[in-house]
């Protein structure tokens, strides 16, 4: 089944995705969108890391949740910096020293922290394992670096094992 489906998930992704975007469910263009969730996985197979198993899948739904409640309070936070006093906010360039020796699931982390208001990822540094990134305020770095480690690298460990 993995030699005409290398990730079946996607494959269902790209076909539904083909499916809403045309917006014809002519047989002609069903088939065109069944071609394309074949063959781009299959042709895009060598550029796809492995991904690492999930050990942990209900604390992934837990992260999942935690990412989604900061996403909406961090946006709350940012407008009000935002509308105040601008004088008063301390951007920074921070470098948070990793525990995860995964690429995969450090990128992950990178997502998450550019996901959330406030802040971006810049760099995952796989040699020093360093994940760099800007925060629209950080008064205290090492909170923030506290925080990324607390909230969302330990989880990942957690969810990956590693």
């Not at 990730?7 to 969108?33: D, E, H, K, M, Y």
């Not at 008063?88 to 982390?109: G, H, M, N």
């Not at 922290?113 to 995952?124: A, C, E, K, M, R």
Request: aromatic share 8%.
């Amino acid at each position: 089944m993995t030699r005409i489906f290398p990730r079946p998930a996607l494959s269902v992704a790209i076909f539904l995705l083909w499916a809403v975007l045309t917006n014809a469910a002519s047989p002609g263009t069903l088939l065109l969108g069944a071609l394309l969730a074949t063959g781009l996985p299959f042709i895009t197979r060598p550029f796809w890391p492995d991904a690492p198993r999930l050990a942990s899948p209900g604390m992934a739904l837990l992260l999942a949740a935690r990412v989604a409640v900061d996403i909406v309070v961090a946006n709350g936070v940012v407008a009000r910096r935002v509308v105040g006093p601008l004088g008063r906010l301390k951007p920074a360039f921070v470098e948070v020293p990793l525990d995860l020796r995964d690429p995969f699931v450090a990128t992950i982390l990178g997502s998450i922290v550019s996901l959330t208001p406030g802040t971006v990822s810049i760099d995952v540094d796989q040699q020093r394992w360093v994940l760099s990134l800007h925060a629209f305020d950080a008064p205290d770095p090492d909170a923030l670096i506290r925080e990324i480690k607390q909230r969302y690298e330990a989880p990942l460990k957690e969810i990956f094992a590693c």
